[in-house]
Each structure stands twice: as C-alpha cells, then as structure tokens.
C-alpha cells in the first residue's frame, strides 16, 4: 500500500516551454505532498510543501512563479515548471505522508535543451 | 532550525563486511524521527529505517541497524554483511513533529568491492 505514481519519468523538453509533472497517490489520500528537486551525487533539497485545497509554502530561494505547484484533490499534485531553461534540468522527485511514513515517487528526470 | 549532516560522501567496504554511514543532526523540537533511505542509480528511494526520538531501543530491520546516540545528536546506519546489491547513495534524513517535512543530508555513495 501507500503509493505514490509520479509522471513522466523522463522528459525532454525545449528551452522556454513549460513542464508539468504528476504525482497521484494511489491507495491513499495524500493530503500534504513535498517537492524535491536533486543534482546528480546531490542531496534532495526540498522546493515546497503543498497541501490539498490551498497554497504550497515555497522554501528560501525557490521561484514561486517558475515552479507552480497545485494540489487540487487528495490524490493529485503537480508541479509546473514555466519558461523551462537548460538551468532547470533536473531530477524532480515528490514524496506524500502515508500512515506509516513517507512516500515517493520515483522521480522524474527533466532535461532542457 | 534543523539540520543533518553527512559527513562521508564515499565509502567503500569489501563483500560480507560491516559498514558504518555516519549520521549527525540538530534539532530545538523535542519530538523528531530520522530516516534513512537508499537511493540506486534509479533514483527511486527506498526506506530503510526509522528511529523515533522517544524510542528506547536501536532500531534494526534485517541486515540493518541504527545506532542512536541521543546525547550525541548521532543516528549511524549500520548495514551488517554488505552485499553488490547494496551499492547506492544512502541518505540520512530527519523531520520535526509528525507531519513535518523531511529534510535530507548530503549523501553518502556506498561501493561494496567483490
């Protein structure tokens, strides 16, 4: 129990375009969802905690307007990334609170080209 | 404010062997629980452990271990007859009162030699 399905896994897309990535729990109504966003060999900084209904709270330095974050339903959360550029490629992994604990999805590799 | 840190960021260890992942954290809340997770070159994370700030004992499942040292503020993976398998990055990670969001250490990247 207690999955998270995250798409797509990986995307290409061109500089400038936007990106929308998935994350659907299946079993379980996520009603908080985290963003992480992780470089190659690097750790998962958290981008922003999203909660079903309102407004996600964006850590220091993440940019509201390029990384919209919706979380409409129990089951959904998305993130978009806006006017994508070759700087955002990136690993982008979400993680939803389970009952007994956290969950991920596995992740979804963005390149920008 | 919280914080976890990773000092190793490579590690090597022969097949069959023990191995240590050190593991350091600060915290002001009383209340706090530390993961530890694997992550293969897939990406996909995978939870290995959970150790809760309350909790008496060490916690162990299977081949692995936490060595909780609550004065120390250390919480120590120990993976216990290494395997091929278990090469990966391993991440510590710890979250305040329950609910909170998780913040991770840097990493540290596991090679287990034949």
């Known amino acids: 129990g207690a999955v998270v399905s995250q798409h797509p896994s990986r995307v290409i897309c061109k500089s400038g375009t936007s990106v929308k990535i998935e994350c659907r729990s299946l079993d379980f109504q996520a009603t908080t969802m985290f963003w992480y966003r992780q470089f190659p060999k690097k750790s998962l900084m958290l981008m922003a905690t999203?909660?079903?209904?309102?407004?996600?709270?964006?850590e220091q330095g993440v940019e509201k307007d390029k990384f919209l974050i919706n979380h409409a339903s129990l089951t959904l959360s998305t993130l978009t990334v806006t006017s994508a550029h070759p700087e955002d490629s990136s690993f982008y992994i979400c993680?939803?609170?389970?009952?007994?604990?956290?969950?991920f999805g596995s992740g979804t590799r963005l390149t920008v080209v | 404010a919280q914080k976890i840190t990773q000092t190793q960021p490579g590690m090597f260890v022969q097949e069959k062997e023990a191995v240590t992942l050190d593991c350091t954290y600060d915290?002001?809340?009383?209340?706090?629980?530390l993961f530890w997770y694997k992550q293969p070159s897939s990406g996909e994370m995978i939870f290995l452990i959970y150790?809760?700030?309350?909790?008496?004992q060490n916690a162990t499942e299977g081949r692995y271990s936490l060595n909780f040292q609550k004065a120390r503020k250390s919480a120590n993976l120990v993976i216990s007859a290494s395997q091929l398998g278990d090469s990966a990055m391993y991440f510590c990670a710890m979250r305040g009162p329950p609910g909170g969001k998780l913040i991770f250490g840097q990493g540290t990247e596991l090679s287990v030699k034949p």
């Open positions: 999203s909660n079903e209904g309102s407004k996600a709270t964006y």
């Open positions: 915290t002001s809340d009383p209340s706090y629980g």
């Open positions: 993680s939803a609170m389970a009952a007994y604990g956290y969950t």
């Open positions: 150790q809760g700030s309350y909790d008496q």
